[in-house]
């Protein structure tokens, strides 16, 4: 590959854009070639969707043309946001790389063409590069192999294409929005989690940054440790709707005292964000604390980006000491500064909005 690959391979892949002329498939459309796929590049479209790395299309081709191969090549299933037509590349990729939400360093891109690669590289240096004969050995690359593949890591490509559809009903629907929110059939699973299901615990604490109570990352070390302990509860969310799953959305990390419940981290996954599921945690764990008997307190500090989660918290009704003299919390690693809020819970409704599976902390028992 050589000075093609442009920007740092120490960060992940999240998406692969292929070219698909002499690159993803053999043959050139507009020359009324039949294109065909080599066996090699279908592995390798098959194995980076398993990871969890998302792939895409930038063509220079009639789109309708192109997508009908792709169809009948059983392989249109693979590609979200594809972008066919006659404009450049750069501009091509930049689109997939907004509509995604993913900044251009995590994006990559193959083509056959040394000038479309420089075109790329010149209007999105950090977007790296590859050849198409170097196409085959991009799964053994160390930037397209993510340390842990979690469940919702293979699914990630489904998620997308359910969201993509969601939107689209969203888009559509004419009504007041919580009408639009009961039409889906939201289903929130709450549960505790299992020795299997540390690495998606751990990947929440670590890549959600807006909809994190503390900014604290717990390593899977750290986790496991607190599955074996009798006083802690690490609590798992998964929601689905009619479109599909959205998989773990979110993560509780609770300390039971006696006289007090202690939330030491709350995070949730922003794409849930409009569906209200931050609120809905907090009621029914201020649900579960009333029935107990317990007073509530929960942990947060402040980050540059995290003012949407101060705002949940606020609105649930927990407030700091008026003086602002607040406690510091000094017992958990990398916890500097984290202020104690406080909630005398009571009894909260159910959700109007969604259907709520979740454990019985007060007794003990689960639903």
Known sequence: MGGDVVGSVTETVKCLVWDLDQTLWQGILLENDEPQV???????????DERGILQSIASRNDHDQAWEWLVKLDLAEYFVAPQIGW????????????????????????????????????FLPQVR?????????????????????TEDSRNRRKMYQAGTRRETARAEHTGADDD????????????????????????????TSQMNATGVHY???????????????????????????????????????????????LATSCRVVAFGAGAVLLNWLSDQAAMAGTHLVADFR????????????????????????????????????????????????????????????????DD
């Not at 080599?38 to 980076?48: G, M, T, W």
């Not at 599955?227 to 959305?249: K, Q």
């Open 38 to 48: 080599p066996e090699e590049i279908r592995d390798v479209i098959v194995a980076l």
């Open 87 to 122: 404009g450049r590349k750069s501009d091509s990729v930049r689109r997939i790389a907004d509509e995604l939400g993913f900044a251009e360093r995590t994006i990559a891109f193959v083509d056959d063409q040394p000038v479309e690669r420089a075109e790329v590289a010149r």
């Open 129 to 149: 590069c590859y050849p198409a004969e170097s196409a085959g050995s991009l799964p053994s690359l160390p930037e397209f192999t993510p340390a842990v593949v």
């Open 180 to 207: 639009f929110l009961r039409s889906l059939d939201l289903r929130m699973r709450i549960s505790r989690a299992t020795p299997g299901e540390l690495s998606r615990v751990e990947e929440l604490t670590r890549r």
């Open 219 to 265: 390593s899977d070390a750290r986790l496991r440790a607190l599955l074996t302990d009798p006083d802690h509860e690490v609590l798992v969310t998964t929601l689905t709707d009619r479109f599909g799953s959205h998989g773990a959305v979110g993560v509780m990390l609770l300390a039971k005292h006696p006289t007090m419940w202690h939330l030491k981290l």
């Open 302 to 365: 402040r980050t540059d980006r995290n003012r949407m989660m101060e705002i949940a918290y606020r609105f649930a009704g927990f407030a700091g000491d008026a003086c602002g003299c607040v406690d510091v919390i000094t017992d958990d690693p990398g916890a500097d500064g984290v202020q104690r809020l406080h909630l005398v819970p009571e009894r909260q409704p159910a959700p109007t909005t969604m259907t709520v599976l979740a454990p019985d902390l007060a007794g003990g028992r």
